[in-house]
């Protein structure tokens, strides 16, 4: 918890922000929870599909003849959502059921990802593979998350960002393809979905190193978009700058390890900004 809110404080860094950062904070927490269910634990694509469908379905009742295992889980995400809308509402925030649909499709995307990983399927080309991926690095989440926690922003905003335009999809490839290079090796030594950089190694015959190459250009040249469309695009301006906030975390968590899944690299600066912030 204390790495997810480091990553949400990357974004939303002002102190008047507080309640912000603890409602998206607690969103990427549950986020981080789908994430290690249909991914690190193996979950099974029957597994997945049952728990996809009670998600879909937001009803506690499901879970009567749901998995023994899984039940904990889903009772967990629906009861912290239900919380945070409700929190919402007391603010007079007329997106507050927003949240609920961020989780749903959040599932959505690791559901779809599973069936990659049973098939033992790699996408042709690192374009097909971002197509589906890029989606579930959960920037675009993030991303809507704090535009509704922030202020009562406008619904046109909110039905833009979900379309996932161009600046999102930016975004989601510096964290897709950032985490994918410096998780690789220790994912691939379990079941798990093949990643961008083997993709990259199949779809030019190359080795992995070489790939890592490729790949580092294509999180170049998804910066120069970002600025591009944060310079272009008519949004309102502190949406368009928080968008470019959650690129430049998700780069500093994986600019040279994957420090979000192995924090230590990062002990120093977590313990400056909340244990010894005279310091700084």
């Known amino acids: 918890m204390v790495e997810i809110h480091f990553w949400i404080l990357g974004t939303i860094y002002e102190?008047?922000?507080?309640?912000?950062?603890?409602?998206v904070t607690k969103f990427t927490?549950?986020?981080?929870?789908?994430?290690?269910?249909?991914?690190?634990?193996?979950?099974?694509?029957?597994?997945?599909?049952?728990?996809?469908?009670?998600?879909?379905?937001?009803?506690?009742?499901?879970?009567?003849?749901?998995?023994?295992h899984l039940k904990p889980l889903l009772i967990g995400i629906l009861d912290t959502t239900n919380k945070i809308e409700e929190e919402l509402k007391l603010q007079k925030n007329r997106h507050a059921e927003v949240v609920k649909k961020l989780v749903i499709c959040t599932a959505k995307f690791y559901h779809a990802e599973v069936n990659w990983r049973d098939e033992h399927y790699v996408p042709a080309t690192v374009d097909e593979h971002l197509e589906k991926s890029m989606r579930s690095s959960v920037c675009m989440q993030i991303i809507i998350g704090v535009l509704i926690s922030l202020r009562d922003c406008r619904e046109d905003d909110v039905n833009w960002a979900f379309t996932f335009p161009k600046l999102i999809r930016c975004v989601s490839v510096v964290g897709r393809v950032g985490n994918d290079i410096v998780s690789h090796e220790r994912?691939?030594?379990?079941?798990?979905?093949?990643?961008?950089?083997?993709?990259?190694?199949?779809?030019?015959?190359?080795?992995?190193?070489?790939?890592?190459?490729?790949?580092?250009?294509?999180?170049?040249?998804?910066?120069?978009?970002?600025?591009?469309?944060?310079?272009?695009?008519?949004?309102?301006?502190?949406?368009?700058?928080?968008?470019?906030?959650?690129?430049?975390?998700?780069?500093?968590?994986?600019?040279?390890?994957?420090?979000?899944?192995?924090?230590?690299?990062?002990?120093?600066?977590?313990?400056l900004m909340y244990v010894n912030p005279c310091e700084l």
């Open 187 to 271: 994912e691939q030594a379990s079941e798990h979905v093949v990643s961008t950089v083997q993709t990259c190694m199949k779809q030019y015959g190359i080795t992995a190193e070489q790939a890592n190459e490729k790949l580092r250009v294509i999180i170049e040249e998804a910066w120069m978009d970002i600025v591009q469309e944060y310079l272009d695009q008519k949004q309102p301006r502190e949406f368009l700058e928080k968008s470019v906030d959650v690129a430049r975390t998700m780069d500093f968590f994986y600019k040279r390890d994957d420090a979000y899944t192995l924090p230590l690299s990062i002990k120093d600066t977590i313990t």
């Open 15 to 23: 102190p008047y922000y507080s309640y912000s950062r603890i409602v």
């Open 29 to 68: 927490l549950l986020a981080s929870l789908l994430d290690d269910l249909y991914d690190n634990y193996c979950c099974t694509t029957e597994e997945s599909t049952v728990f996809n469908t009670a998600i879909e379905r937001w009803d506690e009742q499901t879970t009567e003849e749901f998995p023994a």
